[in-house]
T-cell receptor, first 111, second 113 residues
Framework: GQQVMQIPQYQHVQEGEDFTTYCNSS?????IQWYKQRPGGHPVFLIQ?????EVKKQKRLTFQFGEAKKNSSLHITATQTTDVGTYFC???????????FGKGTTLSVSS | DGGITQSPKYLFRKEGQNVTLSCEQN?????MYWYRQDPGQGLRLIYY???????QKGDIAEGYSVSREKKESFPLTVTSAQKNPTAFYLC????????????FGQGTRLTVV
């Protein structure tokens, strides 16, 4: 399966600060998905990006897919304690293949 | 309610024993997956199945076995050959097409002592 590098592995922020996690691939991706896993919970789908340069927003979360479709980012504006968890990217969800996940970025937020 | 159910949530076994983790879904999904999660390792794919009576090995299949006799069920057996079985196991399902999201169960935390 497609391998991606997620950075950083861990990030701690003060509540109200912004946060960004990156997902980088050495090859061109057909699409990329993002998932969030709360502590003690299971991953939950957030969004899928398909088009080059695509930007999607969900309230304080902004997702981008690079122009070359080799990288993606998730940006959270003004973090809240409810944002705590691990964010995973999953590239190249194609028919007949399994989803492969990046190692994730674990976000902690102090109030 | 539609969903994917894993049971039990916590499981303890003695070393050398095989143990089977249950995964059932009523989402009418063709595809089902098993992942293992260890701290700092993300989600690693153990096995997946795209259709009944067919399954493929993932990246870390050694020491595990699966069956897919029914569309809604994909049990995972952790055998005594698995050298380090203590982990959090997650089952997921999805439709077979591209660009589909995966739905995860609550997970089973297996501890082997």
């Amino acid at each position: 399966g497609q391998q991606v590098m997620q950075i950083p592995q861990y990030q701690h922020v003060q509540e109200g600060e912004d946060f960004t996690t990156y997902c980088n691939s050495s090859t061109t991706l057909s699409n990329i998905q993002w998932y969030k896993q709360r502590p003690g919970g299971h991953p939950v789908f957030l969004i899928q990006l398909v088009k080059s340069g695509e930007v999607k927003k969900q309230k304080r979360l902004t997702f981008q897919f690079g122009e070359a479709k080799k990288n993606s980012s998730l940006h959270i504006t003004a973090t809240q304690t409810t944002d705590v968890g691990t964010y995973f990217c999953a590239p190249d969800n194609q028919a007949g293949t399994a989803l492969i996940f990046g190692k994730g970025t674990t976000l902690s937020v102090s109030s | 309610d539609g969903g994917i159910t894993q049971s039990p949530k916590y499981l303890f076994r003695k070393e050398g024993q095989n143990v089977t983790l249950s995964c059932e879904q009523n989402l009418n999904h063709d595809a089902m997956y098993w992942y293992r999660q260890d701290p700092g390792q993300g989600l690693r794919l153990i096995y997946y199945s795209q259709i009944v009576n067919d399954f493929q090995k993932g990246d870390i299949a050694e020491g595990y076995s699966v069956s897919r006799e029914k569309k809604e069920s994909f049990p995972l057996t952790v055998t005594s050959a698995q050298k380090n079985p203590t982990a959090f196991y997650l089952c997921a399902s999805s439709t077979r097409g591209p660009n589909t999201e995966a739905f995860f169960g609550q997970g089973t935390r297996l501890t082997v002592v």
